[in-house]
T-cell receptor, first 114, second 111 residues
Framework: DAGVIQSPRHEVTEMGQEVTLRCKPISGHDYLFWYRQTMMQGLELLVY????????DSGMPKDRFSAKMPNASFSTLKIQPSEPRDSAVYFCASSLGGSSGEQYFGPGTRLTVT | GQSLEQPSEVTAVEGAIVQINCTYQTSGFYGLSWYQQHDGGAPTFLSY????GLEETGRFSSFLSRSDSYGYLLLQELQMKDSASYFCAVRPNTGFQKLVFGTGTRLLVSP
């Protein structure tokens, strides 16, 4: 299995621009998670889906962030307009669910907003 | 809500045993997990405690005591490759598959 796939791996953009991050979960996993990691805030859950439906987006700044999962094998996280404080590593993870809730993380997208 | 506190950094030498603690305040949760993250890498799952007690997986063990609001990860026979950050995480019982991560502990293993 290829694991969770994320693109791009690195993104540098200017403040005010739109940024779209992409994720392909592991086939058969019903849960998909978007996290943001910074030195100051640590690993924060932004949003997660179950069978393509949003289950919890309480961690996502909704004025500029949006997340979609149009099908079981693809999700996007969009930031519009981007700001320097959005600079972080964004991870996508997927899971089968179950008792341990083990999550499989993608390699991450390092976003830099100048 | 949930908050999980960990020491920011722990140092040890190769071959030693190290314990990374996780103390939490939570209104309720299903279990405690541990993840490892190497610099520049992604978090990877290490272990899960759904019940109180010790879970052993090779050189790594994890412990949970709900009555003490406390858990730990024990790493034995430390190797250089164990240098990484370690995160505890809980699954709140308000969001079945959601994980809330601790502050993370950076482990430095020296020769």
């Amino acid at each position: 299995d290829a694991g969770v796939i994320q693109s791009p791996r690195h993104e540098v953009t200017e403040m005010g621009q739109e940024v779209t991050l992409r994720c392909k979960p592991i086939s058969g996993h019903d849960y998909l998670f978007w996290y943001r990691q910074t030195m100051m805030q640590g690993l924060e859950l932004l949003v997660y889906f179950n069978n393509k439906a949003v289950m919890d987006d309480s961690g996502m700044p909704k004025d500029r962030f949006s997340a979609k999962m149009p099908n079981a094998s693809f999700s996007t996280l969009k930031i519009q307009p981007s700001e320097p404080r959005d600079s972080a590593v964004y991870f996508c993870a997927s899971s089968l669910g179950g008792s341990s809730g083990e999550q499989y993380f993608g390699p991450g997208t390092r976003l830099t907003v100048t | 809500g949930q908050s999980l506190e960990q020491p920011s950094e722990v140092t040890a030498v190769e071959g030693a045993i190290v314990q990374i603690n996780c103390t939490y305040q939570t209104s309720g949760f299903y279990g405690l997990s541990w993840y490892q993250q190497h610099d520049g890498g992604a978090p990877t799952f290490l272990s899960y405690n759904g019940l109180d007690g010790l879970e052993e997986t090779g050189r790594f063990s994890s412990f949970l005591s709900r009555s003490d609001s406390y858990g730990y990860l024990l790493l034995q026979e430390l190797q250089m490759k164990d240098s990484a950050s370690y995160f505890c995480a809980v699954r709140p019982n308000t969001g079945f598959q959601k994980l809330v991560f601790g502050t993370g502990t950076r482990l430095l293993v020296s020769p």
